[in-house]
């Protein structure tokens, strides 16, 4: 997901995973299997299967393990924020671990690798350093944050004008 604002102090961008699910969902529709799986596994029992049973338990236990983890890395959070003095780049992962970067915008290149396939990468360069943003994101939304970076840049790089 991405959500940019353009204000009076510069450019603003906070780029987050797109969110399949709360963890009530979660628990919602685990519970939703769980009333076919112990009808399910009870059959299985009764004619002699009993194995069956083990194993949808197991599936169940994985699944809500995977499910949860996938709710909790959806929580990683960048934003980016342009001044007139930088590029700020902070990155928050689904630990709360945070990590900072900074670019002078009158050197920065955005570029989107591979725009035509459906693995595309958003990477910043400048000084020979390069940072790739919105792994998360999908393509057309890689574009998109592409589009309106290069726009917040726009008034940095243009040539100097002589009075």
Known sequence: ???AHTEEAGFKAVLRPNRSGTLRGVHIFLICLLSVFIPT??????????????????????????LS???RRSAAVECISLSEDALT???INYRGEKKTWAFQPQWLRVEVVRPERAHTRLTLNSHGRSLSIGG??????RLEVAEALKRALFPYQSPLKFS
Do not use: I, K, Q
Not at 44 to 62: C, I, N, S, Y
Not at 136 to 141: K, R
């Open 136 to 141: 998360f994101l999908t393509t057309d939304e």
């Open 89 to 91: 780049v902070e990155r």
């Open 1 to 3: 997901m991405f959500e």
């Open 69 to 71: 983890l996938s709710n």
């Open 41 to 66: 596994g009870v059959v299985f029992f009764f004619v002699g299967a009993w194995p069956v049973l083990g194993f949808m338990g197991g599936e169940l236990v994985l699944l809500y393990f995977a």
